[in-house]
């Protein structure tokens, strides 16, 4: 889609500066902890749902709820319209109740909406939740200059596909950021000692093998998506210090969520693509700076909450 004649001229964000945010993903695991981060700097904020029965959740955490679906581009259009926002963040994802196959078509036709959604507005700055385990393979972490694993066989291929389309869209905007994420851990992820791998530890040894990991507390994640308003164009890749291999971080993670110790692997054979990410852009030159360094300390402190009994109750 070409930008009307009519467009406004994209705004310059500068920090301080009090914007409008269209938040798509906004009753996720990650738009539940942005959204009072983002009316706590001054931001106002419109949280897309498609579920009306999240309203009131959406206006206590400080957000004018919207409800439509990624999926119709009409009323999706109208209401970023509505909200005339500075910027539009982009963290859907398809993985409550779907699959990756779900979660790929989601990135591909639901950005497409978005993107031509805030066109349609005049936005001057798309933000979108990409992932950091997309990229070809390699011996080292990879930055982000590294190409997207497009070679992949499947059912990889269909998620690097999604993911690439979903950048690739991103880009159209006059200011973009691509925000490119380890393996979310913490509170209301699967990473946790309610979620769904301790599950999967528990009911049987995870295997600890030489593949390689990045991995980002989700409230880092949350504060980079925040931090991003005002970065410059580009990918970033939001990870933790210490890419590990497998070896290292499962029985970490099995001490933290209560499972029995991991199978340790036979084989030293890494899927040449499962190499981890290198966050030195976010660190040196943007300034990031994670409250969990990496995720020994990370899974440390899900193991003091666990023993002191807390219940999955909402963000933190
Ligand atoms: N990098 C990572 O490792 C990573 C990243 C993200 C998630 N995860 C994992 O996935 C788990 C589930 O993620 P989640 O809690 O964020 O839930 P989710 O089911 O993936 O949904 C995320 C958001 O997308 C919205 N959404 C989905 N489809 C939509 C559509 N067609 N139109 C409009 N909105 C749509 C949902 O809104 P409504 O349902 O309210 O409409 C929700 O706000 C997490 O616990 C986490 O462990 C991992």
Same mark, same amino acid.
């Given at each position: 889609?070409?930008?009307?004649?009519?467009?406004?001229?994209?705004?310059?964000?500068?920090?301080?500066?009090?914007?409008? =945010?269209?938040?798509?993903?906004?009753?996720?695991?990650?738009?539940?902890?942005?959204? &009072?981060?983002?009316?706590?700097?001054?931001?106002?904020?419109? $949280?897309?749902?498609?579920?009306?029965?999240? !309203?009131?959740?959406?206006?206590? %955490?400080?957000?004018?709820?919207?409800?439509?679906?990624?999926?119709?581009?009409?009323?999706? !259009?109208? /209401?970023?319209?509505?909200?005339?926002?500075?910027?539009?963040?982009? *963290?859907?994802?398809?993985?409550?109740?779907?699959?990756?196959?779900?979660?790929?078509?989601?990135?591909?036709?639901?950005?497409?909406?978005?993107?031509?959604?805030?066109?349609? $507005?005049?936005?001057?700055?798309?933000?979108?939740?990409?992932?950091? #385990?997309?990229?070809?393979?390699?011996?080292?972490? /990879?930055?982000?200059?590294?190409?997207?694993? %497009?070679? $992949?066989?499947?059912?990889?291929?269909?998620?690097? +596909?999604?993911?690439?389309?979903?950048? *690739?869209?991103?880009?159209?905007?006059?200011?973009?950021?691509?925000?490119?994420?380890? =393996?979310?851990?913490?509170?209301?992820? #699967?990473?946790? &000692?309610?979620?769904?791998?301790?599950?999967? /530890? +528990?009911?049987?040894?995870?295997?600890?093998?030489?593949?390689?990991?990045?991995?980002?507390?989700?409230?880092?994640? !949350? $504060?980079?998506?925040?931090?991003? %308003?005002?970065?410059?164009?580009?990918?970033?890749?939001?990870?933790?210090?210490?890419?590990? /291999?497998?070896?290292?971080?499962?029985?970490?993670?099995?001490?933290?969520?209560?499972?029995?110790?991991?199978?340790?692997?036979?084989?030293?054979?890494?899927?040449?693509?499962?190499?981890?990410?290198?966050?030195?852009?976010?660190?040196?030159?943007?300034?990031?700076?994670?409250?969990?360094?990496? #995720?020994?300390?990370?899974?440390?402190?899900?193991?003091?909450? !666990?023993?002191?009994?807390?219940?999955?109750?909402?963000?933190?």
């Amino acid at each position: 889609m070409s930008r009307g004649a009519n467009q406004k001229e994209p705004l310059e964000q500068k920090e301080g500066m009090s914007m409008r =945010i269209f938040l798509a993903g906004s009753t996720g695991v990650l738009g539940r902890r942005i959204i &009072p981060l983002l009316t706590s700097h001054g931001h106002e904020v419109t $949280a897309l749902t498609r579920r009306s029965e999240q !309203a009131s959740m959406l206006r206590s %955490l400080g957000a004018r709820p919207a409800v439509a679906d990624a999926f119709e581009p009409v009323s999706l !259009a109208a /209401a970023v319209k509505l909200a005339a926002p500075d910027v539009l963040m982009h *963290q859907l994802t398809d993985l409550t109740s779907g699959t990756s196959a779900s979660n790929a078509i989601l990135r591909a036709r639901g950005t497409r909406h978005l993107v031509d959604a805030a066109h349609g $507005a005049g936005v001057g700055r798309v933000i979108s939740q990409s992932i950091a #385990w997309a990229y070809a393979a390699g011996c080292k972490p /990879a930055a982000e200059e590294i190409p997207l694993d %497009l070679g $992949a066989d499947e059912p990889r291929l269909t998620t690097i +596909r999604g993911i690439a389309a979903l950048e *690739q869209m991103t880009q159209e905007a006059p200011q973009w950021v691509v925000l490119r994420f380890g =393996i979310l851990y913490g509170p209301d992820t #699967w990473y946790e &000692p309610r979620g769904s791998k301790a599950a999967e /530890a +528990r009911a049987g040894p995870l295997l600890a093998d030489d593949n390689v990991s990045s991995f980002v507390h989700v409230d880092d994640a !949350a $504060a980079a998506s925040v931090q991003a %308003l005002t970065w410059p164009s580009g990918p970033v890749n939001i990870c933790d210090d210490e890419p590990a /291999a497998g070896r290292l971080w499962v029985p970490e993670f099995c001490r933290a969520v209560g499972a029995a110790m991991p199978a340790a692997s036979n084989s030293s054979a890494r899927e040449p693509w499962a190499r981890g990410a290198d966050n030195r852009h976010a660190r040196t030159h943007l300034a990031w700076s994670p409250r969990f360094p990496s #995720w020994r300390q990370g899974f440390d402190a899900m193991r003091h909450r !666990a023993g002191q009994g807390a219940t999955r109750s909402g963000p933190q």
